[in-house]
């Protein structure tokens, strides 16, 4: 049994959440490859092959591949799957990479998708979370390629050796563009703060903020002062307050930072599905029957607005 990990990439760094995807990989299989997929990628390639426990990196450059369109990664994937013969297990991050590709590969293949895994129980059976994280869903697959998503909180990373040699990096045969689709453009948001996934410490804020306004001017300075991400509840996205790419929670982005700072949060159970496995939770509202409570190490009950400055001040 050998399983493939399907390595995320901006054609320069590879990006942390294929660290958690290759843990996940070990728990399936002992023996795991790397395909990575790009154009001028060998620097991508060669990071790769430092994680340790990597036995292969299989390595397709092309311009074709420079942009992870669905169409041409899965192409990709398939004609590998099916040239090697020997892979059983096939990884994707749960990012808005992975979850557009995947499906992609597992109707190729004609076997079905399991998905936002967080636990392996043995090589055919998986536990993930259903209802929002309030329930746990064990499946067993018996399809001879299994095509996994795996949740990044649920894995802790890899480790990288870095200066290493590292293993064997494999040259394959880029896959011809089929033509289905073009990479037109994109917009990138670019911050000076940690990228919300990969984020240690996270500050987050909901409704209760009021405006955008006031969004900025009581929780960037916290966030400043602890190094942290901003994040957000949907309804403080819904309203404005925040930008889409800040959202927390079932419908916006699953973290799991050492510590997350919900100011002015209720904790509706599509946010507390996305950020509840957090190492350290603290929770700071004025209703004392605010869900977010539930989940909280450490809560205040007070209101943000006097206690979010006084704890600037503190720092």
């Not at 930008?243 to 919900?262: C, H, R």
């Amino acid at each position: 049994m050998t399983a493939l990990v399907i390595a995320e990439h901006d054609n320069q760094h590879l990006k942390p959440a294929t660290l958690n995807a290759v843990t996940a990989a070990h728990a399936c299989s002992r023996d795991v490859h790397v395909l990575v997929a790009g154009s001028g990628s060998k620097t991508v390639a060669e990071q790769a092959a430092q994680i340790v426990g990597v036995s292969a990196v299989l390595h397709a450059d092309a311009p074709q591949l420079a942009h992870p369109l669905a169409e041409v990664i899965a192409a990709q994937v398939i004609e590998l799957i099916k040239s090697a013969g020997s892979y059983t297990h096939v990884l994707f991050a749960s990012t808005a990479s992975g979850k557009n590709i995947a499906p992609r590969v597992a109707a190729l293949l004609d076997t079905a998708q399991i998905s936002d895994i967080i636990k392996v129980v043995s090589s055919d059976t998986f536990d993930r979370p259903i209802y929002a994280g309030n329930a746990i869903a064990t499946v067993q697959s018996s399809d001879p390629v299994k095509v996994i998503t795996v949740r990044t909180t649920g894995f802790d990373a890899a480790s990288i050796n870095p200066g290493s040699q590292g293993c064997e990096i494999k040259s394959l045969s880029a896959i011809a563009d089929s033509g289905h689709s073009t990479f037109l453009g994109q917009e990138v948001a670019v911050s000076d703060r940690p990228e919300l996934t990969a984020a240690k410490v996270i500050v987050s804020g909901g409704r209760a903020l009021g405006s955008s306004e006031k969004f900025n001017e009581v929780l960037t300075p916290l966030a400043d002062k602890l190094g942290a991400a901003l994040g957000a509840s949907r309804a403080a996205v819904d309203a404005g307050y925040a930008p889409n790419d800040w959202q927390v929670g079932q419908t916006g982005k699953i973290v799991a930072p050492e510590l997350y700072v919900a100011c002015g949060i209720s904790g509706a159970i599509q946010h507390l599905a996305g950020m509840k496995d957090s190492k350290v939770i603290v929770a700071i509202n004025k209703d004392a029957e605010a869900p977010i409570f539930s989940v909280a190490d450490y809560g205040l009950e007070a209101d943000l607005f006097e206690a979010v400055p006084e704890w600037v001040k503190l720092l």
